[in-house]
């Protein structure tokens, strides 16, 4: 069986956007898939790919030296055609300097140098839907489908185990993730995520459960929307395999445009992405239970700043009321005070 190698993007929510081009690219062969050690990890987990090899360019293989250390493990695996992903001149030199004949991804950033077939989307990358453009890459025909994930064994397993030590994630929540590792032009304000947790939990019951990643900042923002809302914070506490299981089980989902969104409407639950600097025309989440809320009309926007210059007005003037109109549409509107049992 011929062996094709696929490497990853850098980010969660593009692997998910990623997913239809992958399950084509790598069906009918042994797909062999190179990243950042947690990608690759939830990759085997979900059953995207064959095998993985994990390609640290922050640690342990940074610098030229571990590309070229990286490189010479991946000729040792003879891929016969490379499908890259990654955003970067170095995700394009990987398969290059691992001597894979064939290499097939999107140009820009001078990955031109490194591709033997070069995608181009008419209009510029940004013009249309990520996952569309990477589906072209592979030869897809037509519409792209959406992305569907089921949480593999390892991401139900550990969530078992976390809901047996947190009892009160039994009950039916809603998923809030108030950061985004990007920057602050992705973060609606905390105070608009307190006001619409609290809100939904009044009106339809969820107990709000807040999640994000192990980094200080994340802890305390869901740390404080948890005490504040009488949810729970569970940042910092799940890998991304059990953040997928958190998410199947879930009843909701809202939050910035981040990975976790993007995950939560694979999984397929009721989902509202709140966008500031980026674009739904490029990175919508994808699915009929998804719907997207902002950026404000401002001149400046989609900037795709990760910092801005000015008040984050495309984000501040996103009222929750337009949230909770999007939920509503989901989950309809909740019964009368009156008839509630």
Same mark, same amino acid.
């Given at each position: 069986? +011929?062996?094709? &190698?696929?490497?990853l993007p850098n980010w969660l929510g593009d692997l998910v956007m990623a997913t239809p081009a992958l399950r084509r690219f790598g069906a009918g062969s042994e797909h062999v898939v190179v990243g950042a050690p947690h990608l690759v990890d939830l990759v085997l987990d979900l059953g995207l790919a064959d095998r993985g090899v994990d390609y640290d360019r922050r640690g342990a293989d940074r610098g030229v030296s571990g590309l070229w250390r990286a490189a010479r493990g991946l000729s040792a695996l003879e891929p016969e055609v490379a499908l890259v992903l990654g955003p970067s001149l170095r995700a394009a030199a990987l398969p290059a300097l691992a001597g894979i004949p064939q290499r097939q991804g999107v140009g820009g950033e001078g990955r031109e140098l490194f591709l033997t077939r070069v995608h181009r989307v008419r209009g510029g990358l940004r013009s249309q839907h990520l996952s569309q453009t990477w589906w072209d890459v592979t030869g897809g025909a037509g519409q792209v489908p959406s992305p569907r994930w089921r949480p593999g064994r390892r991401g139900q397993e550990g969530w078992? +185990? &976390?809901m047996e030590r947190r009892p009160e994630l039994t009950a039916p929540f809603a998923v809030f993730a108030a950061g985004a590792t990007f920057g602050p032009?992705?973060?609606w304000p905390t105070h608009f995520f307190a006001e619409t947790a609290g809100r939904l939990h009044a009106s339809h019951g969820l107990r709000p459960v807040f999640v994000g990643s192990g980094d200080a900042r994340e802890r305390e923002t869901a740390a404080a929307l948890a005490e504040a809302t009488g949810g729970v914070s569970l940042a910092g506490e799940t890998? &991304?395999?059990v953040l997928v299981g958190a998410l199947a089980d879930a009843s909701l989902f809202v939050g910035n445009d981040s990975g976790p969104m993007h995950v939560a409407a694979a999984v397929g639950i009721p989902t509202v992405g709140i966008f500031g600097s980026t674009s739904p025309v490029?990175? +919508? =989440?994808? @699915? =009929?239970a998804a719907r997207t809320v902002g950026p404000a009309p401002v001149d400046c926007? =989609?900037?795709f700043r990760a910092t801005c210059p000015f008040a984050l007005e495309c984000l501040r003037q996103v009222e929750p009321s337009a949230v909770l @109109?999007?939920?509503e549409r989901l989950l309809g509107s909740p019964p009368p005070r009156e008839a509630r049992p």
């Open positions: 069986m +011929a062996t094709r &190698l696929s490497v078992r +185990a &976390l032009t992705k973060r890998d &991304l395999p490029w990175t +919508a =989440p994808r @699915g =009929p926007s =989609p900037c @109109g999007a939920v």
